[in-house]
């Protein structure tokens, strides 16, 4: 019977193999919903006639369609053609006459759109009581806030409604809905998923997000939503990674003693220290470090420029009609209006500096673990306080857009008292599979259940293990096509995948030792940095050992960051090489200072 299904993908794909119709899972949902009574969920839910519309339309069951009758609901800040995006916000309404990039894509897989949820009005909030419509009341617990801004999404998919839901993501607001509900929040790498249809928070630092059941439901919606969209200029060409088991163990930074914060919580304290033994015990490498600087670059999300990129959506709103944005809205807006140009740009050098700072601790960690939510704050609380309890929701959740990682809020065991436990994996952009494949770990064995239904969370099934046949390497000299070493790559059957170029901070040098000219590439985030063209190869595992051999000092092996926020291994070299060297980083591509040049290649 569907009333005792469990609505996982899985589930539900093995149901309509069975003959269950999709016309009957949405009568599900509806009696579901009708059962659990909460009129502050959703801003616009689907009728029935709708919903049976969109379910008949699905025809027979397709098998290849791998959402096909899976059912999702959508925060109300992204479209949905003919049914209007509030926002949040009735005097800002207005009807799309299409879906959003990701809604087309859901649907096109055969996803069936259940109705809008409710949220902290523009996606301002980490606490979703910040609406006019009504609060949601937390799946788990009602005297708890329902987690914000996506509030609507993550108590919807706490009750088992729907599979999975749609929130959007610019200080935490697709992770901390998750661990207050008992869910998993993936945030994925910025301009994985495209924000066109979708009313920007901060439109530099948005993304949406998914919330679902478990980490293989998450990853699965957001395998079919992402996809390159050249109609939204922050979009990125990041190619798609399966899960698979992570290799070797992982250097995992988790805050130290003293830049931990649980204001005061020691329940939370006890239940976080638990989890990351558990890390530890499945081979992970904890390294306790200072989160000081991650906390300050949290600090300047609301302290900062990015208070007037909010600005900018509702500006006209506000000179109209200011009674219309809710008062706690549009005090943490309006601090815009007391800032100039020249407190943004002051911002933008603050935020470099803070980088620059967190950047020797990021880059020896595989991933950061992090408590999602510090402690757990009431619905009383906020009537009391209704600023100070978001902020802390924001502890480990605001730096990490504005160093473009991506996560995923997965939860643990409950805590000592009972309430959801809940840890975030964080790690550099293009890392959303390895983030999730880790999230995994924390679902099996594990004694508790999905959300706020009485079904256990599954042990997920095994991954499969990583391809070890090839490593992809960077190539910026003689090695690339037509030139004079490429036969070193072709002789050991190396595959040339793609072209592409280095993220805006590397210099780009004719080393002194020639003839033959060779390139030297050093990462340096100076005003004189640029992208340097690049081409990709897979080389053959078995045979990485002998092509190494063959690169002479003061070359070597490292990461190199790519324009599209993902990294690859390539050659870089030491700075004791540039001696004598010619800069060519305004030429950006070596083939260029060959034809330049008169040098021999």
């Known amino acids: 019977m569907l009333s005792t299904l469990p609505f996982t993908i899985p589930a539900l794909r093995e149901a309509y193999a069975a003959g269950t119709s ?3 899972v949405v009568d599900e949902v509806l009696a579901r919903l009708d059962a659990v009574n909460d009129p502050g969920i959703f801003i616009h839910l689907c009728d029935r006639d709708s919903l049976v519309a969109q379910a008949k339309a699905l025809g027979a ?9 899976i059912p999702f609901a959508v925060k109300d800040n992204i479209d949905v053609a003919g049914i209007e995006t509030t926002a949040g916000c009735p005097a800002y309404a207005y009807m799309p006459d299409r879906d959003a990039f990701v809604i087309a894509q859901l649907r096109a897989a055969g996803a069936l759109m259940i109705g809008k949820t409710n949220l902290d009005q523009f996606a301002t909030g ?3 009581v910040r609406t006019p419509y009504g609060a949601p009341l937390n799946a788990v617990d009602p005297e708890i806030v329902p987690g914000g801004s996506s509030g609507g999404s993550g108590v919807i998919v706490g009750h088992g409604i729907v599979s999975f839901a749609l929130g959007t993501d610019t200080a935490g607001s697709g992770r901390v809905p998750a661990a207050l509900n008992n869910i998993v929040g993936l945030k994925p790498t910025l301009g994985a998923l495209s924000a066109s249809g979708v009313v920007p928070a901060c439109r530099t630092l948005d993304t949406v997000s ?3 059941l478990t980490v293989d439901d998450a990853y699965a919606a957001f395998a079919v939503a992402r996809g390159f969209d050249a109609s939204d200029p922050y979009s990125k060409e990041l190619p798609h990674q399966d899960m698979t088991d992570p290799t070797g163990p992982l250097r995992v930074g988790v805050p130290n003693a003293a830049s931990i914060k649980f204001f005061g919580d020691e329940v939370q304290g006890a239940a976080f220290e638990r989890d990351v033994a558990t890390l530890a015990a499945r081979g992970a490498v904890i390294e306790h470090v200072d989160f000081e600087p991650l906390h300050a670059i949290a600090r300047m999300l609301y302290e900062g420029a990015w208070v007037a990129e909010r600005y900018t959506v509702i500006e006209d709103l506000l000179a109209q009609a200011p009674g219309a944005v809710h008062p706690v809205t549009r005090q943490i807006i309006t601090h815009a209006e007391t800032m100039s140009a020249a407190d943004a740009f002051r911002g933008f050098y603050r935020l470099a500096e803070l980088k620059r700072a967190a950047a020797p601790m990021l880059d020896r960690l595989d991933m950061l673990c992090v408590p999602t939510v510090p402690t757990f704050y009431s619905v009383a609380d906020l009537l009391a306080d209704p600023v100070t309890p978001n902020s802390n929701n924001g502890t480990y959740t605001n730096f990490v857009n504005l160093l473009d990682m991506c996560g995923i809020a997965v939860p643990t065991a409950p805590r000592g008292d009972g309430r959801p436990g809940s840890v975030t994996l964080l790690a550099a952009a293009g890392e959303d599979a390895l983030v999730a494949a880790v999230a995994r770990g924390f679902e099996k064995d594990c004694a508790r259940m999905m959300g706020a239904t009485r079904h256990p969370v599954a042990n997920p099934a095994p991954l499969p293990a990583a391809d070890p046949g090839t490593i992809a390497l960077a190539v910026c000299g003689a090695h690339m096509t037509g030139l004079p070493l490429n036969w070193q790559l072709t002789d050991l059957n190396a595959r040339f995948v793609r072209t592409a170029t ?28 640029g992208s340097i ?5 897979d080389v053959p595992t078995s045979a990485f050992g002998t092509f190494m051999a063959g690169i002479p000092a003061p070359l070597g092996i490292g990461t190199i960051h790519l324009s599209d926020g993902s990294t690859v291994k390539g050659f870089l070299c030491e700075h004791a090489g540039l001696e004598g060297a ?5 030429l950006g591509d070596w083939r260029r200072f060959l034809a330049k040049s008169s040098v021999p290649a």
């Not at 590397?506 to 590439?521: E, I, N, S, V």
């Not at 063209?533 to 190869?537: G, K, P, Q, R």
């Open 22 to 24: 999709p016309v009957a």
């Open 61 to 69: 069951y397709d098998p290849d369609k791998p959402l096909w009758g």
């Open 126 to 128: 980490l606490v979703g």
């Open 210 to 212: 998914i919330f679902a």
């Open 502 to 529: 280095t993220s805006a901070d590397y210099r780009f040098y004719a080393l002194a030792d020639g003839p033959p000219a060779r390139p030297g590439l050093v990462r340096d985030k100076g005003p004189n940095a």
């Open 533 to 537: 063209a690049l081409e990709i190869w």
């Open 582 to 586: 010619t800069d060519i980083t305004e």
